[in-house]
Each structure stands twice: as structure tokens, then as C-alpha cells.
């Protein structure tokens, strides 16, 4: 098997999340915590991104946030290539930011 940059993705989940509320506030920073618990890192506020090595990790990690939604707000989970990932455009104020760094890649025997 070869390995491409179309077979790997990345997950990216952005929220929307009340914090209003003492409640509110628990459960939107026990999501978060989840979140980087499953190995996700922090791109933006409530934008995180996590690298997958195949679909069916993906869509394994896809349910298990579902699983773990909180009670309100709004959650949005995109699932995109390696691929397009390398051609993502950052930037701080009006001058480019680091490029992100896609994760090393191994060979398989």
C-alpha cells in the first residue's frame, strides 16, 4: 500500500458553545478537555484539528464526539485530505503565519 496524502485526514471540529451560565461553562470546558484528551490540539478558539491516519479512524473519532456532545450549542465536525491541509493559508494580521506542519509520516513494510 502507498502511502498518499489523500488517504490521510484531518478532522477539524469548530463549536459554538454557551458559557453563560456556571453549568454552561463546565460542560463547554469538560468538551474541550475531551477533545484534547482524544488527542485533538487547539487551532483557533473553539477550533480543534487532529490528524488521521485513514477514514475509519475518522469516522470512529466522528462518533465518539457525537457521543460526547454537550447538552446546547453548536458543533460542526469537517473531515478533510492531507492534501488540502497542505494547502491551507494562515495568517496573522496582514502577514502569513507559520505554515502548518503536517505530522511525520511512516513507511510500512
Sequence with gaps: MQLSGYRF????VLFDLPVTEK???????C???FLLDM??????????QR???????AENI?????K???EAGKVHILTFTDKQYENMK???????GKKPENPDQFTLF
Design 9 to 12: 485526514l484531518w478532522l477539524q
Design 23 to 29: 453549568k454552561a461553562r463546565k460542560e463547554a470546558t
Design 31 to 33: 468538551f474541550r478537555n
Design 39 to 48: 488527542g485533538f490540539e487547539m487551532a483557533q478558539f473553539s477550533v480543534y
Design 51 to 57: 490528524f488521521c491516519y485513514g477514514k475509519e479512524m
Design 62 to 66: 466522528s462518533k465518539r464526539i457525537e
Design 68 to 70: 460526547n456532545l454537550p
Design 90 to 96: 494562515t495568517f496573522r494580521g496582514k502577514k502569513p
